[in-house]
């Protein structure tokens, strides 16, 4: 029975693998898309979508039948739920892609300007996030996944400096407005990817050392909000 079970968890890693690999593809081909202006490309990642969708069907079923038929415990069932909640957050990423696919589409339909921020920074922190974090999964590599984390700040960072420059070149271009507004979308969509990618490192660390640091931060969140505040009353 245990060699079966460890013969199910090691396909199971396989087709996650596989789906993370098909929606790290969508994401670099949809930025793709947005800086070359093309459209083409833009379309057939919509139509890979459905693809992805079904991946994730498929994953959650072989989730599913190895609780059902091989009962886990301990390290075993909670590698199995895991899954289920990061090939739930790979379908949303696939998602993501579709929609910075779409905008890359009414982008080429208008006429070019430059993009304010540097989207080519923000597409690979935000991708190497989510490669590290499924690297950190199969490997059971905490530090890794830690690392992840912590990476999480500089893309949020680029976001907000991003929200900035577009508000700049918006009130230099007025007329420009949809178009600005658009890019300010897919900044925020890859703030989102980065946001998944610390998800799964998130349950890594929990799977294997029992830690639930995502309360942690938002009570160092909350700690260092508080301190900024009574900074200035005094």
């Given at each position: 029975?245990a060699?079966?079970l460890?013969r199910?968890?090691?396909?199971?890693k396989?087709?996650?693998?596989?789906?993370s690999a098909?929606?790290e593809?969508?994401?670099n081909r949809?930025v793709?898309?947005?800086?070359d202006?093309?459209?083409?490309?833009?379309?057939?990642?919509?139509?890979n979508?459905?693809?992805i969708?079904?991946?994730?069907?498929?994953v959650?079923?072989?989730?599913?039948?190895i609780?059902?038929?091989?009962?886990?415990?301990?390290?075993?069932?909670?590698f199995?739920?895991?899954?289920?909640?990061i090939?739930?957050?790979?379908e949303?990423?696939g998602?993501?892609a579709?929609?910075?696919?779409?905008?890359?589409v009414s982008?080429?339909r208008?006429e070019?300007?430059p993009?304010?921020?540097d989207?080519?920074?923000m597409?690979?922190?935000?991708?190497s996030?989510?490669r590290?974090?499924?690297?950190?999964?199969?490997?059971m590599?905490?530090?890794?996944?830690r690392?992840?984390?912590?990476?999480?700040?500089?893309?949020?960072?680029?976001?907000r400096?991003?929200?900035?420059k577009?508000?700049?070149a918006?009130?230099?271009?007025?007329?420009?407005?949809d178009?600005?507004?658009?890019?300010?979308?897919?900044?925020?969509?890859?703030?989102?990817?980065?946001?998944y990618?610390t998800?799964?490192?998130e349950?890594?660390?929990?799977m294997?050392q029992?830690?639930?640091?995502?309360?942690?931060?938002?009570?160092?969140?909350?700690?260092k909000?508080?301190?900024?505040?009574?900074?200035?009353?005094?």
């Amino acid at each position: 029975m245990a060699m079966h079970l460890q013969r199910e968890i090691e396909k199971l890693k396989k087709k996650i693998l596989s789906l993370s690999a098909v929606v790290e593809e969508s994401v670099n081909r949809a930025v793709q898309a947005v800086i070359d202006r093309d459209s083409r490309l833009a379309s057939q990642i919509v139509k890979n979508d459905e693809i992805i969708d079904q991946m994730e069907v498929d994953v959650e079923e072989e989730c599913l039948k190895i609780l059902a038929l091989y009962q886990p415990v301990a390290t075993d069932l909670r590698f199995v739920i895991a899954i289920m909640k990061i090939n739930n957050d790979l379908e949303r990423v696939g998602d993501i892609a579709n929609n910075i696919a779409q905008r890359a589409v009414s982008l080429s339909r208008q006429e070019k300007m430059p993009i304010p921020f540097d989207i080519f920074k923000m597409a690979e922190r935000a991708q190497s996030m989510l490669r590290s974090s499924l690297d950190s999964l199969v490997n059971m590599d905490t530090n890794l996944a830690r690392g992840v984390s912590a990476a999480d700040d500089e893309v949020d960072e680029i976001n907000r400096q991003a929200f900035v420059k577009i508000q700049e070149a918006i009130q230099k271009n007025p007329e420009r407005v949809d178009y600005l507004i658009q890019l300010l979308s897919i900044s925020r969509y890859l703030e989102r990817i980065a946001d998944y990618a610390t998800n799964v490192a998130e349950d890594v660390i929990y799977m294997t050392q029992g830690q639930i640091i995502r309360h942690k931060k938002d009570a160092q969140e909350t700690a260092k909000i508080k301190e900024i505040r009574k900074t200035a009353e005094i």
